[in-house]
């Protein structure tokens, strides 16, 4: 049994695929996985990975910066105006970006903006990595 | 000289006819733009969509916060204005209208009592404003012809804080809405405070209705509160994206009735330089006749001349 899995953008509808199950972390809940047949949901995703495993077993991994999962009935929707699949992600600039944070945060302790910057780009970073 | 008329006429018909070429050109690229324009609309509609549909998922569960951006204002002291117009002209009556809309609102506030605050899109919009030494509080150039997400984050942004801080307590969006290529409309809407997620529900495309019980992680007013901000920012998107197409819509019509005039112009003034060559041509024609029967005549009156009856006997 599979679901419609489809991340929206405000640019478009970014990715949709065929899957059996969907990975994704929420804000306080830690990591959650849906299969088909799941009770209604809305969650507000934390900076993290979103990974749809396919039926045939492969899995595609979305960097997922900011926004909502909706499961319902046989559909997972995640709304998200910061994301990227995999293969859009620009390895060189995360890396830079990260480097640019470390030594914000090293500065000053309690930058949020560097220290949502250095989530973003472990993210990419890992997504990027996944897909290698 | 009899030529000088025609060659003025000539030197017009040369003009108009680049004029012509100029608003050809552009009224093509504006129609490619509009399809462009409306394809990014349509695109971007799953995502407001859905936005709407969690928070009419949330209203059925009967999710209220207690957001900045739901504040309501017991007295409106500053009422701000978001204007989205052009940065280039020549459409027509696109922006003009934008402009008269919003500064009825303007006096609409000072009406009230209440103070103004101007957040402009659009070079066009600015110029006007600035002219007439309205006080601007921000002003966007560069985004108005082909909107990102991020160009709508960041005035979204803005409007946000100058609402939160308390400095505006109403903000009204004038902008153009696309219904079809021949028809757009000036739209005022009220941008915030946002109505409680019931009535944002109801002016939603309600699709098919609310499903079920949700579950909400970390909670539903988590998800309210996470949610607002963003539907802020899609609304301006979508209303920016609206106003690109009927910019370009506008800009096509424009310079298809330029065009037209043109074309008008050229067959009017062609007549006219043809008759003024038919003229030049008669007018010589009449002075070469003219000079030959003088020169003739001349001639005549040594050969045979006209005695004149009786004096000849």
Do not use: C
Request: glycine share 8%; charged share 25%.
């Amino acid at each position: 049994m599979t679901f419609q899995v489809e991340l929206v953008s405000p640019e478009g509808i970014a990715y949709s695929g065929e899957a059996e199950m969907v990975i994704a972390r929420t804000v306080g809940g830690g990591e959650i996985a849906f299969q088909p047949g799941h009770v209604p949901f809305i969650g507000v995703l934390a900076v993290w990975s979103v990974d749809v495993v396919h039926p045939d077993g492969g899995r595609d991994t979305l960097a997922v910066h900011r926004g909502f999962v909706q499961v319902a009935g046989t559909k997972v929707t995640i709304l998200s105006d910061m994301s990227e699949a995999s293969g859009e992600i620009d390895v060189d600039r995360a890396r830079a970006a990260r480097e640019v944070a470390e030594a914000a945060l090293a500065a000053d302790k309690d930058d949020a903006a560097a220290a949502e910057a250095l989530a973003r780009a472990d993210v990419r970073l890992t997504v990027a990595n996944a897909e290698a | 000289m009899a030529g000088g008329r025609e060659r003025v006429l000539r030197r017009r018909i040369t003009s108009v006819q680049k004029t012509k070429k100029i608003t050809r050109a552009m009224e093509l690229i504006a129609a490619t733009r509009v399809m462009k324009a409306q394809q990014r609309a349509r695109s971007s509609a799953p995502y407001s969509r859905q936005i709407t549909q969690v928070i009419e998922n949330l209203a059925a569960a009967g999710t209220e916060v207690d957001h900045p951006l739901l504040r309501k204002a017991e007295k409106v002291e500053r009422v701000g204005v978001v204007l989205i117009t052009s940065d280039r002209g020549l459409a027509g009556p696109y922006n003009s209208s934008i402009i008269r809309a919003a500064e009825r609102q303007v006096q609409n506030a000072r009406a009230e009592g209440a103070d103004y605050a101007l957040i402009i899109i659009g070079k066009k919009g600015r110029d006007y404003f600035r002219f007439r030494n309205y006080r601007i509080d921000s002003f966007t150039e560069g985004i108005s012809d082909n909107p990102t997400y991020e160009d709508a984050k960041a005035v979204a942004d803005t409007v946000a804080q100058l609402f939160e801080s308390g400095e505006i307590d109403r903000v009204e969006l004038v902008y153009t809405e696309f219904i079809s290529i021949g028809s757009q409309k000036v739209v005022v809407r009220r941008f915030l405070p946002l109505e409680s997620t019931e009535v944002m529900a109801e002016e939603g495309h309600g699709e098919a209705g609310a499903v079920a019980s949700f579950e909400f992680e970390p909670s539903s007013e988590a998800v309210l509160e996470a949610l607002l901000p963003r539907y802020v920012e899609a609304r301006l998107f979508g209303a920016l994206l609206e106003s690109a197409a009927s910019e370009h819509a506008s800009r096509q019509r424009a310079m298809k009735a330029a065009t037209d005039n043109a074309e008008e112009m050229i067959v009017k003034l062609s007549r006219e330089m043809n008759q003024a060559r038919q003229d030049a041509i008669t007018t010589e024609i009449m002075e070469i006749v003219g000079g030959a029967e003088a020169l003739g005549s001349g001639d005549d009156d040594k050969t045979d001349t006209p005695v004149p009856v009786g004096v000849q006997n």
